[in-house]
């Protein structure tokens, strides 16, 4: 893996942290190396004219749709805009079982990383509005509306 930028201000520190996180994510679900369990980055989220997350996954079976956020703040948000993107792309991903006709669609997940502490996964309802504010020193994993 390349080394890090320096200045902690740079867009490419950022951006190099964003990566790093995704990338851990990404070899947790992969490292189980069991049927189930799987995950792949999606290049280029939050770009384009396409809602996508950064992660698809499947977690014992469950598929999960992820965007990762990483800080060294107290806290982690989450824009509107961010919010409705992944949302959409959550009603729209949809796997149809060919035995039952089950429509199958990912669980919209906000994976808060606190660089050097801890990761906080929040599971965003289908009907959320608004920005989604996680605290790191919070006890519980749950997300609020800034207000």
């Known amino acids: ?86 949302l959409e792309f959550c009603k729209r991903f949809v796997v149809k079982c060919p035995r039952c006709g089950e429509e199958i669609r990912p669980k919209p997940i906000l994976a808060a990383r606190f660089l050097g502490k801890e990761w906080k996964f929040v599971e965003i309802p289908l009907d959320w509005e608004g920005v989604i504010i996680v605290k790191r020193f919070s006890h519980s994993s749950e997300a609020f509306h800034d207000e």
């Open 1 to 86: 893996m390349p080394k890090r930028p320096k200045n902690p201000a740079s867009p490419r520190y950022k951006a190099r942290m964003g990566y790093e996180g995704e990338y851990y994510l990404v070899k947790k679900f992969t490292s189980k190396d069991k049927p189930g369990f799987y995950a792949v980055r999606t290049p280029g989220s939050g770009a384009g004219k396409l809602p996508k997350p950064d992660i698809i996954a499947v977690d014992d079976g469950e598929l999960l749709a992820i965007e990762v956020k990483s800080s060294n703040k107290s806290y982690i948000a989450l824009n509107e805009v961010q919010v409705k993107r992944l």
